[in-house]
């Protein structure tokens, strides 16, 4: 059973940087796609960005793109998302998800195993 822990939120200014971490344990992350998600209060669970079992493809969310990179290192049962150049909107909790499925899709229904989140904050 896959289990994922978040970690690397907090408290960031306008136009700064975070950088996500999803660790993996209970099973290999090499056998699952990943993706990262976030729920805004009030909101529902969004899609942010997603990337297959070998890391080969990649989607990113139109407000996110050119800001945000994921990664991943399967060696490392980890999976990354280096946020930069952050704006008030992106605050939120942010969520790891796996799937067994392989690819890049990124539709919340797909995703079967969560982390607990972490918090962003984007403020002044």
């Known amino acids: 059973q896959l289990q994922l822990v978040e970690s690397g939120g907090g408290l960031v200014q306008p136009g700064g940087s975070l950088r996500l971490s999803c660790a993996a344990s209970?099973?290999?992350?090499?056998?699952?796609?990943i993706g990262w998600f976030r729920q805004a209060p009030g909101k529902g669970r969004e899609e942010v960005s997603c990337?297959?079992?070998?890391?080969?493809?990649?989607y990113y969310a139109d407000s996110v793109k050119g800001r945000f990179a994921i990664s991943r290192d399967n060696a490392k049962n980890t999976v990354h998302l280096q946020m930069n150049s952050l704006r008030a909107e992106d605050t939120g909790t942010y969520y790891c998800?796996?799937?067994?499925?392989?690819?890049?899709?990124?539709?919340?229904?797909?995703?079967?195993?969560w982390g607990q989140g972490t918090q962003v904050t984007v403020s002044s």
């Open positions: 998800g796996g799937t067994r499925a392989n690819g890049s899709f990124c539709q919340v229904l797909w995703y079967g195993f």
């Open positions: 209970g099973s290999t992350l090499d056998s699952y796609s």
């Open positions: 990337i297959s079992r070998s890391g080969g493809s990649t």
